[in-house]
């Protein structure tokens, strides 16, 4: 019988795989907690980032999009709230800043993806619009994305 025949494995495509399971790791840890007020009446879902891992906003919420959408129920009312750390660019100065999305009904039809990439746009948006104004404050990093959510009762 005839012994295996190992074949040499292609040092280029070794170096390839490794920069990509680089760019892209197995799992990111994102610590996760929930908040709720009038028996559960409205909640809070907090989400945070690695602390080892640096991301700027639009990559942090695509990243978070699939744990994000989990907290998404029909007959809600839904808003984001994005947490960022915020630098002056004149003194080095740091500060906590949050950009909200505008609320939305969350009914049995409603598409969660649409929604999501609604609620990602304006959130996005009020941070750029914040930077844009002459304000003289650049993104620094992200602290959390809050999912507020209230039972809709019609």
Same mark, same amino acid.
């Given at each position: 019988? *005839?012994?295996?025949? &190992? ?9 390839? =795989? ?7 790791? =197995? ?5 996760? +907690? ?11 879902? +907090? /989400? ?15 990243? $978070? &999009? ?25 003194? *080095?100065?740091? $500060? =906590? &800043? ?9 009914? %049995?039809?409603?598409?969660?993806? %649409?929604?999501? /990439? &609604? ?5 996005? %948006?009020?941070?750029? $619009? ?10 620094? +990093? ?7 959510? $209230?039972?809709?009762? *019609?």
């Amino acid at each position: 019988m *005839p012994t295996s025949v &190992k074949r040499p494995i292609n040092d280029a495509f070794e170096a390839f =795989k490794k920069k990509v399971t680089s760019l892209y790791p =197995k799992q990111l840890k994102f610590e996760d +907690s929930k908040r709720s007020a009038l028996n559960g009446f409205a909640e809070e879902h +907090s /989400i945070k980032p690695p602390t080892d891992q640096k991301f700027d906003p639009k990559t942090f919420l695509i990243t $978070v &999009k699939q744990k994000a959408m989990e907290k998404l129920k029909p007959q809600t009312k839904v808003r984001l709230v994005s947490r960022v750390r915020m630098q002056q660019i004149i003194k *080095p100065v740091i $500060v =906590k &800043k949050q950009f909200q999305s505008k609320t939305e009904i969350i009914l %049995e039809a409603t598409n969660l993806y %649409e929604l999501w /990439i &609604k609620l990602l746009e304006q959130s996005l %948006e009020n941070i750029a $619009v914040f930077q844009m104004n002459g304000s003289g404050w650049t993104f620094h +990093s992200i602290v959390s994305l809050d999912i507020r959510t $209230v039972r809709l009762d *019609p």
